[in-house]
């Protein structure tokens, strides 16, 4: 028997570049931590983290956030903490752009002026406003 037609009755076995994490609903976490829990013969609860297919870290790390309360509830949201919105932030910044186009506005009209005084000064008119 030659190896092309041992494979042939084996399975081929499909090598994954990354193996996906292992993800844990809220219910399993309570069902198992619940379960060791009422494990009183020695070797019941590696049976069961064998039968389950996990560590005992998992264990020991479930144990500790249903001490802290955190398996009692809904699971807590992922991501940065909703901000809570202030209607003065709106105002404030409409304002500063509001200033800061004011700001631009009249050192516009201040370089108008002093071309206007420079023109003048070239052309030897004196402007109106200027006091001689």
Request: proline share 5%.
């Amino acid at each position: 028997m030659n190896a092309a037609e041992r494979n042939q009755g084996e399975r081929e076995t499909e090598v994954v570049a990354k193996p996906a994490r292992r993800r844990f609903t809220l219910e399993y976490k309570r069902k198992v931590v619940r379960e060791a829990g009422g494990c009183k013969t020695p070797g019941a609860v590696g049976a069961l983290l064998r039968r389950e297919g996990l560590y005992s870290s998992h264990l020991a790390v479930w144990g500790a956030a249903r001490e802290r309360g955190e398996l009692a509830g809904a699971p807590k949201k992922r991501g940065p903490a909703p901000r809570a919105v202030d209607p003065r932030d709106k105002t404030i910044t409409a304002q500063g752009r509001e200033i800061a186009r004011w700001k631009r506005r009249a050192e516009r009209a201040e370089a108008l002026v002093e071309l206007q005084k420079n023109v003048a000064a070239l052309l030897g008119t004196p402007l109106e406003n200027e006091k001689s």
